[in-house]
């Protein structure tokens, strides 16, 4: 039991590259997350999603979009990278949400450096 | 903005001494749950307190829910060098926001 899965764990991009950070989790959650930390600042949602097939938006989604064609996938997108996001990238799964809301289960994180 | 605040930002302790942080919110929530996170690592689900329950233990950990307040605290009993790690407050209604968190040193 992997439980959540984040590819890749480090990488470097240039600015105005694209690219894509896969999470993965194989408990059956419903809810998943992506979350970015900055030094100080904690976790900000990014956006989520309460099922298949469905995405919303979180705190700071402005220049990343997501997907969530299966219900073990979550994925992050980076259009066109900037060095404001370069962070830590957080994936996170729950059983429940809203009033059901459950604890989550966090992946191991992102390093994403935007040169 | 983000939905929980951590006070205090940072606490430094000796091993055996108790540790209290506190989380206060702005909206409202399901449930409130503390997380662990260690250097690097990922988070750690620690505790869940659902909106309409008042207090809640869980080994060496003691969290309190006052809605009326919109905050919380965690007390860690007994504090042992292996706590330290930065603990976060999570708000839970429609989605799932975390605080800046704690940084916790337990010091030997």
């Known amino acids: 039991n992997a439980g959540v899965t984040q590819t890749p764990k480090f990488r470097v991009l240039k600015t105005g590259q694209s690219m894509t950070l896969l999470c993965a989790q194989d408990m059956n959650h419903e809810y998943m997350y992506w979350y970015r930390q900055d030094p100080g600042m904690g976790l900000r949602l990014i956006h989520y999603?309460?099922?298949?097939?469905?995405?919303a938006k979180g705190e700071v989604p402005d220049g990343y979009n997501v997907s969530r064609l299966k219900k073990q996938n979550f994925l992050l997108g980076l259009e066109s990278a900037a060095p404001s996001q370069t962070s830590v990238y957080f994936c996170a799964s729950s059983y429940g949400g809203g009033f059901e809301n459950t604890e989550a289960f966090f992946g191991q994180g992102t390093r994403l450096t935007v040169v | 903005s983000q939905q929980g605040e951590e006070d205090p930002q940072a606490l430094s302790i000796q091993e055996g001494e108790n540790a209290t942080m506190n989380c206060s919110y702005k909206?409202?929530?399901?449930?409130l749950q503390w997380y662990r996170q260690n250097s690097g690592r990922g988070l750690v689900h620690l505790i869940l307190?659902?909106?309409?329950?008042r207090e809640k233990h869980s080994g060496r950990l003691r969290v309190t829910l006052d809605t009326s307040k919109k905050s919380s605290s965690l007390l860690i009993t007994a504090s042992r060098a292996a706590d330290t790690a930065s603990y976060f407050c999570?708000?839970?209604?429609?989605?799932?926001?975390f605080g800046a968190g704690t940084r916790l040193t337990v010091k030997p």
């Open positions: 999603s309460v099922g298949e097939g469905t995405t």
């Open positions: 909206t409202s929530i399901n449930n």
């Open positions: 307190i659902r909106s309409n329950e």
């Open positions: 999570a708000t839970a209604y429609n989605d799932m926001r």
